[in-house]
Antibody
Framework: QVQLVQSGAGVKSLGASVKVSCKASGYTFTAYNINWVRQAPGKGLEWMAWINPNTGASDSAQKFQGRVTMTRDTSISTAYMELNRLTSDDTALYYC??????????????????WGQGTLVTVSS | EIVLTQSPGTLSLSPGERATLSCRASQSVTSTYLVWYQQKLGQAPRLLIYGASKRATGIPDRFSGSGSGTDFTLTISRLEPEDFALYYCQQFDTTTSTFGQGTRLEIK
């Protein structure tokens, strides 16, 4: 069965960096993009970025550009998201999610079908 | 960036009633790239609807999605106790994605 298992919670200092991992199992890791979504306490979902595990190509929301780095290690089916220069606004639950894309006839669909359990990152002064 | 605005922010209804949730985009969205999720407290989001109107596997038929262009709707025909949760719409752009801010569906 498909599973995405994320690294554990952590507390970081202002200005520090955090690296969250997302280990995939139950499917071919390189066949599906991994996306990162965060949720601040009591707030909504915020899409951050994606990585193509096959090619390593990635992109992010404009507000995170220059501050977020996505990498992967295909030998262990794991994707990573590193966020730099942390502020208190970065305190959030960070999720990885698998993006499924398929085409039927002339229509193509995108959606997140499996999610990790979330990693709580707390930024403290 | 396409901004998705969901309304209402909170919807208070009773079990058995019909719920209508709205998702409006700041510019036209390809309907096959419009998705709805449900999120319960302490859980990751769960896929409900993709392609604006296609129910995901295992989703009851009381959930339906509709819309095109900039206006999309999630309808729950007869609310069950387990439907009271947060609901988010999401769109996929060329290389990015955005979520709406969510609608909280609460028991009246």
């Amino acid at each position: 069965q498909v599973q995405l298992v994320q690294s554990g919670a952590g507390v970081k200092s202002l200005g520090a960096s955090v690296k969250v991992s997302c280990k995939a199992s139950g499917y071919t890791f390189t066949a599906y993009n991994i996306n990162w979504v965060r949720q601040a306490p009591g707030k909504g979902l915020e899409w951050m970025a994606w990585i193509n595990p096959n090619t390593g190509a990635s992109d992010s929301a404009q507000k995170f550009q220059g501050r977020v780095t996505m990498t992967r290690d295909t030998s262990i089916s794991t994707a990573y998201m590193e966020l730099n220069r942390l502020t208190s606004d970065d305190t959030a639950l960070y999720y990885c999610a698998r993006r499924l894309r398929y085409c039927s006839g002339s229509s193509c669909y995108n959606y997140f079908d499996f999610w990790g359990q979330g990693t709580l990152v707390t930024v403290s002064s | 960036e396409i901004v998705l605005t969901q309304s209402p922010g909170t919807l208070s209804l009773s079990p058995g009633e019909r719920a209508t949730l709205s998702c409006r985009a700041s510019q036209s969205v390809t309907s096959t790239y419009l998705v709805w999720y449900q999120q319960k407290l302490g859980q990751a989001p769960r896929l409900l609807i993709y392609g604006a109107s296609k129910r995901a596997t295992g989703i009851p038929d009381r959930f339906s999605g509709s819309g095109s262009g900039t206006d999309f709707t999630l309808t729950i025909s007869r609310l069950e106790p387990e439907d009271f949760a947060l609901y988010y719409c999401q769109q996929f752009d060329t290389t990015t994605s955005t979520f709406g801010q969510g609608t909280r569906l609460e028991i009246k």
